[in-house]
């Protein structure tokens, strides 16, 4: 029952600038489009390891956004293999690359939103050229969704102006396409991006006209940054017996509560490795919050409509009658879900956290107090890892931004097994130093 891996890992440390010379200098010859011609960048074959298809998610990101969005073919005019979409809130443009299509990734994104087409960054013969793009990103391993997410204010346009933009990827894919060619060799292709198709091979900039969030006037300044600071939860998913065992005592010594996000199913079934009621109550009893992850935790993408309903709805009747809560919040199972899933957790919850901030570049804090309680998102300190010093000193530096920038973080936890208990007692105290800023899901709702 444990959650997929995050998709988008980014080197500590190294500037996006530093990424950007580096890709400049390894790979402008072979990539930029022959000067004066309309051909498309040839394909190039280089060596990818192939990525770990269990790792990679099947969905993108689901967002509170308003008006329509804008969806338009990934493709390199012959082939369509994704799509890019363009929406936006009130605050941000969000712009989320897609390759639905089996055994194509995304290496590389590039991308430009500018509030004119003149700024967007051009070759000797007119094109755009990602090589100058604000926002690139390199995703090892490849991916299959990734959103980068552009504050309005930081192009420079507000609800009913329009903006301009340029996005493009490297994708990857093995040359046999089926299960047995996973091994055999591998093909990086760029793919021009938006609206690059086969009639309209140089239209590679899109005028995207910004959605007004619930009024026509300008939006208002960005709020002055925050003095009180932003707050942290702790929760565990799936109500392991090791958290009862290992990491309810580390934080009780600690003076600091998590939360607990529990599948009934496996607690009234008693299954092996999960806890027992007396353990959740025992948890709860303590302060604890615990919160609703659905019945038995199915990927709710795969379940007919009844069936996803009832998940939701049945886990939720079970939180309530036995007196826990906050009945308000939901936890995704596997961080799954789209519109569909998304419109019927809204129908029981008013919270949900369903994404890790590294899904997203920059990476996607809700602000605190929180705006839109549906997108709230996690770190799992579990992949930085919190068993090495410098994977304890990633995971503090999520969580001082997220103190110092007034935002919402939940740290996501599974298992803490026997042999990981010191470095997590050691984890734990560091966060401790932040006590007056985590609070319980109960907390967090009031
Ligand atoms: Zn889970």
New binding site residues.
């Given amino acids: ?3 997929q891996r995050p998709t988008v890992r980014r080197a500590a440390g190294v500037s996006l600038a530093v990424l950007a010379l580096a890709s400049a200098c390894t790979k402008h010859d072979l990539l930029a489009p022959q000067p004066g011609s309309d051909a498309l960048p040839a394909m190039e074959q280089r060596p990818i390891q192939a990525p770990e298809l269990s790792i990679l998610k099947a969905s993108s990101p689901s967002i509170a956004t308003c008006g329509a969005s804008s969806v338009y073919p990934l493709t390199n005019g012959t082939r369509t293999i994704g799509s890019v979409t363009v929406s936006n809130d009130a605050s941000n443009i969000f712009v989320t690359y897609a390759t639905p299509t089996a055994y194509w990734w995304i290496s590389d994104t590039r991308l430009a939103v500018e509030k004119s087409a003149a700024l967007i960054p051009k070759d000797g013969s007119g094109n755009p050229n990602p090589w100058s793009f604000r926002n690139i990103g390199e995703h090892e391993p490849p991916i299959t969704s990734f959103t980068y997410m552009i504050p309005l204010t930081r192009v420079g346009v507000v609800a009913g102006q329009t903006a301009y933009v340029s996005a493009m990827a490297g994708v990857i894919h093995p040359v046999v396409e089926s299960e047995a060619g996973l091994e055999g060799g591998w093909e990086w292709m760029v793919m021009w991006g938006v609206g690059n198709t086969p009639t309209t091979t140089k239209s590679v900039v899109h005028a995207y006209p910004v959605a007004s969030c619930g009024g026509t006037a300008p939006l208002p300044p960005p709020p002055a940054p925050p003095t009180a600071g932003g707050v942290i939860t702790i929760t565990f ?2 109500g392991y017996a090791t958290v009862h065992k290992n990491a309810f005592p580390v934080l009780q010594s600690l003076g600091i509560k998590g939360n607990l ?1 529990v ?1 009934p199913i496996p607690i009234d079934q008693q299954w092996g490795s999960y806890m027992r009621m007396a353990q959740v109550q025992e948890i709860y009893n303590s302060g604890w919050s615990v919160v609703s ?1 659905t019945m038995d ?1 199915k990927d709710l993408t795969t379940l007919s409509a009844a069936a996803m309903e009832a998940e939701i709805r049945d886990a939720k009747a079970w939180i309530i009658a036995r007196n826990f809560g906050p009945a308000e919040v939901f ?1 995704v ?2 961080h799954s879900w789209g519109s569909r899933e998304r419109a019927m957790i809204a129908k029981y919850h008013k919270y949900a956290r369903g994404r890790t901030i590294d899904e997203f570049w920059p990476e996607r804090y809700e602000p605190w107090p929180i705006r839109q309680p549906l997108d709230l998102t996690s770190y799992e300190p579990e992949y930085a890892p919190w068993r090495t010093a410098q994977g304890r000193a990633e995971t503090m530096t999520k969580v001082k931004h997220a103190v110092d920038n007034g935002l919402f973080l939940d740290l996501l936890f ?1 298992q803490v097994q026997d042999a990981d208990l010191a470095t997590f007692r050691d984890l734990m105290t560091q966060v401790a130093a932040y006590k007056s800023n985590i609070r319980t899901w109960k907390e967090v709702v009031q």
């Fill in positions: 029952m444990t959650h998913d799936d996000a599948n992850h935790h936890i199972p596997f599974h």
